[in-house]
T-cell receptor
């Protein structure tokens, strides 16, 4: 595709359920990032992938959060036993190579609402 | 502890005038700064960046100024156009451990350019 694609665009889930958020990066981009934006806050770093490896998971808020990337392409962010504080917009970005000096392209985000 | 601060949640200017968006940071290890623009229901898009070895970077109507001693940067848009109306995020990267891929974002400033 032409850009970073995320699905679903919106997700409403009941507290305690598991959710999976998907990210299709730009073809050929080796670096992939997940951020989230809670209401009234800036974007918060969650995890970074280089290829299929995640050298930095330091931003994941708890062990209920996990992410994987397969084939150096698609990534899935999984939140288990969702809580209301998980409600946020989850944004995925990719860049040709790692580093802030290389432009990162963001997807449109997945708006997660936990009720 | 917010390392990147955008103290003005919103700014309103007249078309044709200058827009000045401000950003302060606390981490002296940051060495690269970026501005992203975000329209509703879209992901952030890269606008302009500056390295800490410079104090100014210009791209068309957009200029970013960096004052390292004050840990302050600003984005100037001149002349402002109604299409510039969006949320502008300031972001920074760098520091120890080679974490130059991780962006730390401010909360954003909503710019409204009135016709």
């Amino acid at each position: 595709g032409a850009g970073v694609s995320q699905s679903p665009s919106n997700k409403v889930t009941e507290k305690g359920k598991d959710v999976e958020l998907r990210c299709d990066p730009i073809s050929g981009h080796t670096a992939l990032y997940w951020y989230r934006q809670s209401l009234g806050q800036g974007l918060e770093f969650l995890i970074y992938f280089q290829g299929n490896s995640a050298p930095d998971k330091s931003g994941l808020p708890s062990d209920r959060f996990s992410a994987e990337r397969t084939g150096g392409s698609v990534s899935t962010l999984t939140i288990q036993r969702t809580q209301q504080e998980d409600s946020a917009v989850y944004l995925c970005a990719s860049s040709l190579v790692p580093g802030a000096y290389t432009e990162a392209f963001f997807g449109q985000g997945t708006r997660l609402t936990v009720v | 502890d917010q390392q990147v601060k955008q103290n003005s949640p919103s700014l309103s200017v007249q078309e044709g005038r200058i827009s000045i968006l401000n950003c302060d940071y606390t981490n002296s290890m940051f060495d690269y700064f970026l501005w992203y623009k975000k329209y509703p229901a879209e992901g952030p898009t890269f606008l302009i960046s500056i390295s800490s070895i410079k104090d100014k970077n210009e791209d068309g109507r957009f200029t970013v100024f960096l004052n390292k001693s004050a840990k302050h940067l600003s984005l100037h848009i001149v002349p402002s156009q109604p299409g510039d109306s969006a949320v502008y995020f300031c972001a920074a990267s760098g520091g120890s451990g080679g974490s130059n891929y991780k962006l730390t974002f401010g909360k954003g400033t909503l710019l409204t350019v009135n016709p």
